[in-house]
Every structure is written in C-alpha cells, then in structure tokens.
C-alpha cells in the first residue's frame, strides 16, 4: 500500500520508509507525485493542530493515503521552545545549523543537568473517506553543548540521548528503534493494522 507523505523533507520520508517499508507500506512524497501542490502555512498551536492542517490539505488535493507530521523540540530550560517552531527556529527559511546555534547561543552557561528535553512527533493519517487517526511519539534527552554526528537532520546533532551519543551519530535503525517519530510511526501501525485486520 502506498502513502503519500506531506513533506519535502528527505530525512523525513527516508525515516518513513525505513520503518513503513516493513510494515508493507510505500512512504512518496507528494511532491514526487504532484509537482504543484503547496503545503499551507503552519498556524497551528499545537503539534495536533498543524499535523491535521498539512494531512488534511494533502487529501483534499490528493484524494489518497496521506500521512503528515509536524514535529519539534522542546527544551526545559527554555520553557518548552523551540516547539511548534522549531523549523524557523532562527527564522523564516532558517538552515539547521541556523536554529542550531541559536539554541546553543539561548542554553550558553546552562549547567548540563538542566539541559533536558524532548523530540516530539505527530503524525495525522487520512484515509478514504476523510477518516483521521492521530499517533504521538515523544524521545526525552538533554542538549549537548557541542554539535556531533553527520547523520539525521534538525537538531540531531545536539540531542543527546541516555547513551551518550546525539541522535547525528546513530545509525538508521538505532534512531528508529528510539525516536520520536520512529515511535509514532509505530503506533500509527498498530492503529491501522487494527483498523484493516492486519492488511495494511
């Protein structure tokens, strides 16, 4: 069975493949389907809010699986920021290494043990019919004050997991088995294999 995933990011649909690939679904990205689709702007409050904003405008032009995430990181010390915000962190169009050194600029002189936080990941599916079904994942670590690793993408660089290494300098399938959206991906499984009688 084929999904269409609501991004352009490739980390994003290379994650969605490794774990939905074994489950006996294609993760495409729309755009690799439809050339002129344009994802909405994320005004959203919430993670719930934007996920079901993207799944949903991906459906009304698609009319097929669709599949949308919104995700984000969310540091203690920083009263839960970036968050919904994370992409644009440093700003509109913002790289990663952008957002990045902002973060580490905002966390200067915090003490390592206040540096704790979590990935979060919502994914909003619709399926035929407009049905929606919501899975959330959540990886809880710290910031390291250094960038390492030259996998993944984001904030993987900086975010420390509870064996020592960002999740840069994990493999595929070591950040699969632990990540937000590793996570949420497998809950979305289990709702949809219930919902299908295991032939998804």
Known sequence: MEFLIATSNKGKIDEFNEIMSKLGI??????????DF?????????????????????YDFAKS????DD???????LNGAPGIYSARYAGDNAADEDNIKKLLNQLSGVEQKYRTARFVCVLCCVLPGGERIFSRGECRGRISETVAGKGGFGYDPIFLTDGGKTFAELSGDEKNRISHRGIALRKLYLKLSDRFKGNV
Not at 26 to 35: G, I, P
Not at 71 to 77: N, P, Y
């Open 38 to 58: 344009v994802m909405p702007e994320e005004t959203g409050n919430t993670f719930e809010e934007n996920a079901q904003l993207k799944a949903d405008t991906a």
């Open 26 to 35: 294609r993760a495409v990205s729309v755009y690799e389907r439809y050339k």
């Open 65 to 68: 699986c669709v599949v949308a």
């Open 71 to 77: 995700s984000g990181l969310e540091v203690d010390a």
